[in-house]
T-cell receptor
Framework: QKEVEQNSGPLSVPEGAIASLNCTYS??????FFWYRQYSGKSPELIMFIYSNGDKEDGRFTAQLNKASQYVSLLIRDSQPSDSATYLCAVNEQAGTALIFGKGTTLSVSS | DTGVSQNPRHKITKRGQNVTFRCDPISEHNRLYWYRQTLGQGPEFLTY????????KSRLLSDRFSAERPKGSFSTLEIQRTEQGDSAMYLC??????????FGPGTRLTVL
């Protein structure tokens, strides 16, 4: 069974710090990797996706992918209280097919 | 706002009743996905459509669940004879680019 694993947290960081969120996946055939942010009671919001090994940066967010280790991470620089949310990692095997999600990591940024 | 709309936003029903949810994706998006999310879990895939064709169904989609997408536009998800275990957020997603999925606001179902 294809699985995506995340630490449930909570991960607590002070405002301005770097938050590091991690995810591992079981299916070596996975092609695409996503990070979603979900505020309590709301639907998931796509923040980044990555396909190739290495780093991808978008503003304060950096996604890192290591296919050999089957590991994806999300770094949030200069963390803000508004970043407090649950971060969901998702993968899929082929473009356009179903996403497989982890359970999410809860991030708390204190001011 | 992703442009994906879902109705109703909240539904409370009694066990054994039938419920139907609707999703309106962005008009030019040919793929539409349904997921279910329970408290403390990530979304779980239910089914997806390419235009009006239902391409894949999860084993989670029991015989009580049915989904349609007539004319390849909006989609409906019906649950017959609801059970308390069906209480969840039902999410619809639309695909604006080859490999991204954007979610609507969801329909929260509570089965009493």
């Amino acid at each position: 069974q294809k699985e995506v694993e995340q630490n449930s947290g909570p991960l607590s960081v002070p405002e301005g710090a770097i938050a590091s969120l991690n995810c591992t996946y079981s299916d070596r055939g996975s092609q695409s990797f996503f990070w979603y942010r979900q505020y309590s009671g709301k639907s998931p919001e796509l923040i980044m996706f990555i396909y190739s090994n290495g780093d991808k940066e978008d503003g304060r967010f950096t996604a890192q992918l290591n296919k050999a280790s089957q590991y994806v991470s999300l770094l949030i620089r200069d963390s803000q209280p508004s970043d407090s949310a649950t971060y969901l990692c998702a993968v899929n095997e082929q473009a356009g097919t179903a996403l497989i999600f982890g359970k999410g990591t809860t991030l708390s940024v204190s001011s | 706002d992703t442009g994906v709309s879902q109705n109703p936003r909240h539904k409370i029903t009694k066990r054994g009743q039938n419920v139907t949810f609707r999703c309106d994706p962005i008009s030019e998006h040919n793929r539409l996905y349904w997921y279910r999310q329970t408290l403390g879990q990530g979304p779980e895939f239910l089914t997806y459509f390419q235009n009006e064709a239902q391409l894949e169904k999860s084993r989670l989609l029991s015989d009580r669940f049915s989904a349609e997408r007539p004319k390849g536009s909006f989609s409906t998800l019906e649950i017959q004879r609801t059970e308390q275990g069906d209480s969840a957020m039902y999410l619809c997603a639309s695909r604006p680019a080859p490999d991204t999925q954007y979610f609507g606001p969801g329909t929260r179902l509570t089965v009493l």
